[in-house]
């Protein structure tokens, strides 16, 4: 790296400091101020979901056809989180957290209230990616945020269970359509416009929440900004220190030492993750292909599916979707402290393979005609309950394997390679697979995606990391300490 971004060399107890903090009003904040993120995104998906059969009925203003909605609308918003990660996750690493989960959050609520005035196929497919590019800059800004400010013990449970609460989100869109697809309470064309609008709204109050919640001091001291690290760090050992009315113990671990960099060129970062951790680089891919192509595949397809093979009634399909997402966020909330006591490597790999195995039984007993609409739903929420948790740590676990100098953007690729694959190929392979009206087309599309979630788990078996309870510091050395002079860093001891 070049002298000309070089700030200096500092010794810093700032990682120690914030993994020994006992759990506080402040870290429910950055849940509350950060982790609604998922939750946005779960009410977009399945609001288009639910709502996808009255934007193709004549009268709704919307002038879509049902194969614009469930094929291209699906995939141009996969697409645009796909390209709005790669161009946030970037920013966020050299600009901070805080600025840029302001911006895409910014970007998504413009996104979805420009959707709502929909006339044409072409202006809602601008506008669903432009939603999409928010989302996807949200995920890379707030997940580093979310694993730079929580302790090391509590951020397996954590990430998890902010990541399900995607389905919460799903929750709110199926029910929130029910109602707003009713006609004897809005007109035909106001009712799904006014979904888009309340989601927007849900979004402004996150906005709101989101100023309060302070930049990532790991971010800070790393590029040069030391001081203000340090007010942020005492700030938040203060409010702990109010909020549970007890004196704070010692840091925990040694200290670090860094050469401060305003920037880390695009080069070393690559080499970081391509380079120094090939194998992490594998597994990474291994477990977003996995979980983006089995979730986008059966969640933009479920209601044709439903109403092809099971023949149910477009307005009960909000009621099945709903069921489907508390059984999703069900696996994330009740899983996820597990994999912070029996650990990483045994959680990912077991909820991988469990799901995709029971995947295929449902795709057996799909094919051989033996379920009903209600049968097969009890049957998706089994196997989702243990794909819900393992897709929830495939961010984990890309979030806290890399560099923190490079960990929104790995998280950025990982997502938009994982979900450019399986969430933009699997929604127009599976749409027309279901189309086919063949239960044998059906089965292959299950069987696609098990196996898929199978080799996620096998790669975690192989490749896996022990993470538990570790300082990110601990899992993978900034770039800078690597860069330091030899002698000059004192990592923290495992534990």
């Known amino acids: 790296m070049s002298n000309g971004v070089q700030t ?6 700032i990682p120690g400091r914030l993994d020994r903090l006992p759990w506080s009003r402040f870290h429910w904040l950055i849940i509350i101020g950060l ?20 934007l193709s009925e004549s009268g709704a203003g919307a002038g879509l056809s049902k194969s614009d909605i469930s094929s291209w609308g699906a995939s141009l918003y996969v697409g645009g989180a796909c390209v709005g990660a790669l161009i946030f996750g970037q920013l ?27 006339f044409s196929s072409t202006w809602f497919f601008v506008f669903r990616f432009l939603t999409g590019m928010g989302i996807g800059g949200e995920y890379s800004a707030i997940n580093s945020a979310i694993d730079e400010l929580i302790p090391a013990r509590h951020r397996g449970r954590v990430d998890i269970s ?8 799903g929750v ?19 009712g799904w416009r006014l979904s888009f609008v309340l989601g927007a709204v849900i979004g402004l109050a996150v906005l709101l929440v989101r100023r309060h919640v302070p930049e990532s001091p790991r971010w800070l001291f790393i590029h040069g900004r030391e001081e203000e690290a340090e007010r942020i760090v005492t700030d938040i050992e203060h409010q702990v220190e109010e909020s549970t009315g007890r004196k704070l113990p010692p840091p925990v671990g040694g200290e670090l030492t860094v050469r401060q960099r305003k920037a880390i060129p695009l080069s070393l970062i690559v080499r970081s993750v391509v380079t120094m951790y090939p194998k992490r680089t594998v597994l990474g891919l291994a477990l977003f292909i996995g979980q983006a192509f089995i979730y986008n595949s059966v969640l933009f397809g479920f209601g044709l599916l439903m109403t092809t093979y099971f023949h ?35 959680m990912i790999a077991g909820t991988y393979i469990t799901s995709g195995v029971l995947l295929i039984v449902t ?32 961010y984990l676990t890309v979030s806290e394997v890399f560099p923190m100098e490079t960990r929104a953007l790995c998280i950025a690729v990982f997502y938009a390679v994982g979900t450019g694959l399986g969430g933009v190929i699997g929604p127009q392979v599976f749409n027309r697979m279901i189309e086919t009206g063949s239960y044998e087309q059906v089965f292959l599309a299950f069987g696609l995606g098990a196996v898929m979630m199978i080799l996620g788990g096998l790669a975690e078996i192989v490749f896996g990391v ?14 800078t300490v690597e860069d330091a002079p030899q002698g000059t860093v004192q990592p923290a001891p495992a534990g």
Do not use: Q
């Open 35 to 54: 982790g609604t993120a998922w939750v946005l995104d779960g009410l977009e998906v399945n609001v288009v979901g639910s709502i996808s059969s009255r």
């Open 466 to 479: 022990k993470a538990e309870g570790e300082s990110l510091e601990n899992i993978a050395r900034p770039l």
């Open 363 to 394: 795709g057996l007993l799909f094919k051989g005609h033996h379920l009903d609409s209600t049968t097969f739903e009890v049957c998706i929420c089994v196997v989702f309950f243990f794909a819900s948790a393992g897709a929830s740590a495939a």
């Open 8 to 13: 200096g060399t500092i010794t810093t107890n």
């Open 172 to 190: 709110g869109g199926a029910l929130l359509s029910v109602v707003m697809l009713n006609t004897a309470i809005f007109p035909i064309d106001l």
């Open 92 to 118: 966020t690493d050299r600009y901070g957290r805080k600025r840029l989960f302001m911006i895409t959050l910014a970007i998504y609520l413009l996104g979805t209230v420009l959707t709502s005035l929909t």
């Open 312 to 346: 149910t009634a477009s307005g009960d399909i909000p009621y099945y979707i709903a069921i489907f997402a508390l059984g999703n966020f069900a696996g994330a909330l009740l899983l996820g402290p597990l994999f912070d006591t029996v650990g990483r490597k045994v």
């Open 162 to 169: 902010i990541n399900g609460s995607y389905w919460l989100g």
